[in-house]
C-alpha cells in the first residue's frame, strides 16, 4: 500500500524558516517525481513545487521562488520542503503528492498544516 | 506562466442532472491537463488524466473533453457521491497551476 506521510508543519512566526518532510512507503520511490501542494482550509488548491525522480528537473509557483527549496532523497524515500522567510499568506495545509509518469498524481498524503503568525 | 480559469465557480444541481465544468488555458497546453475531485477534509482524488482518459475505477459517467486551451468535464447523471469540488490541473510546464475549484452543490 502506497503511503506518504508528512510532518514538520506548525506554528512559526513571520520571517522565520521550516522544513517539512514527507516519507514515502508502498513503492520504488526514485521511480517518480514528488510535488507539494497547498491548500489554504476552505480555499483552493496551489500547486506549490515539483521534483523530478533524480531532482533534475525542479519547478516552484512564483509566490514561493526564492523562499522555498524543494530536495528529495531517495536513499530515504523522502521529499523535503525548505520554507525560508515564511509570510502569513504561507499558511495551509501542505501536501506532498507522487506523480505518475508526469500525467497526474495518484496518490496524496494526509497533509501537514503550517500557520505563519505572530 | 500558464493561468487556468475555471467555471463556474460553483453550481447547484440535483441528483441525474448532466454537469459540465470548464476551464480554460491561458495559452495552448495540448492536452496536460488532468481533473481532480476533492471532498470536505480528504485529499484530491484522480478522475481524468491527459484531458480525456479516466482514471482505472473512476466510473464512466465522467468524462473529460478538450485539447490546446478549453476544457471540458461532464458528469454524465449526477450521484450523490459527486457532490465535492472539482480541479482542474495543468502540467504542461513549471509553475503547474490548478484551476481556481468548482464546488458542486445539491439543489
Known amino acids: 500500500e502506497v503511503q506518504l506521510v508528512e510532518s514538520g508543519g506548525g506554528l512559526v512566526q513571520p520571517g522565520r524558516s521550516l522544513r517539512l518532510s514527507c516519507v514515502a512507503s508502498?513503492?520504488?520511490?526514485?521511480?517518480?517525481?514528488m510535488h507539494w501542494v497547498r491548500q489554504v482550509p476552505g480555499k483552493g488548491l496551489e500547486w506549490v513545487s515539483g521534483?523530478?525522480?533524480?531532482?533534475?528537473?525542479?519547478g516552484y509557483a512564483d509566490s514561493v521562488k526564492g523562499r522555498f527549496t524543494i530536495s528529495r532523497d531517495n536513499a530515504k524515500s523522502s521529499l523535503y520542503l525548505q520554507m525560508n522567510s515564511l509570510r502569513a499568506e504561507d499558511t495551509a495545509l501542505y501536501y506532498c503528492?507522487?506523480?505518475?509518469?508526469?500525467?497526474?498524481?495518484?496518490?496524496w498524503g494526509q497533509g501537514t498544516l503550517v500557520t505563519v503568525s505572530s | 506562466d500558464i493561468q487556468m480559469t475555471q467555471s463556474p465557480s460553483s453550481l447547484s444541481a440535483s441528483v441525474g442532472d448532466r454537469v459540465t465544468i470548464t476551464c480554460r488555458a491561458s495559452q495552448g497546453i495540448r492536452n496536460d491537463l488532468g481533473w481532480y475531485q476533492q471532498k470536505p477534509g480528504k485529499a484530491p482524488k484522480r478522475l481524468i488524466y491527459a484531458a480525456s482518459s479516466l482514471q482505472s475505477g473512476v466510473p464512466s459517467r465522467f468524462s473529460g473533453s478538450g485539447s490546446g486551451t478549453e476544457f471540458t468535464l461532464t458528469i454524465s447523471s449526477l450521484q450523490p457521491e459527486d457532490f465535492a469540488t472539482y480541479y482542474c490541473?495543468?502540467?504542461?510546464?513549471?509553475?503547474?497551476?490548478f484551476g481556481q475549484g468548482t464546488k458542486v452543490e445539491i439543489k
Open positions: 503528492a507522487k506523480v505518475v509518469l508526469g500525467l497526474y498524481f495518484d496518490n
Open positions: 508502498g513503492f520504488t520511490f526514485d521511480d517518480h517525481g
Open positions: 490541473l495543468q502540467h504542461l510546464s513549471y509553475p503547474w497551476t
Open positions: 521534483i523530478s525522480w533524480n531532482s533534475g528537473s525542479i
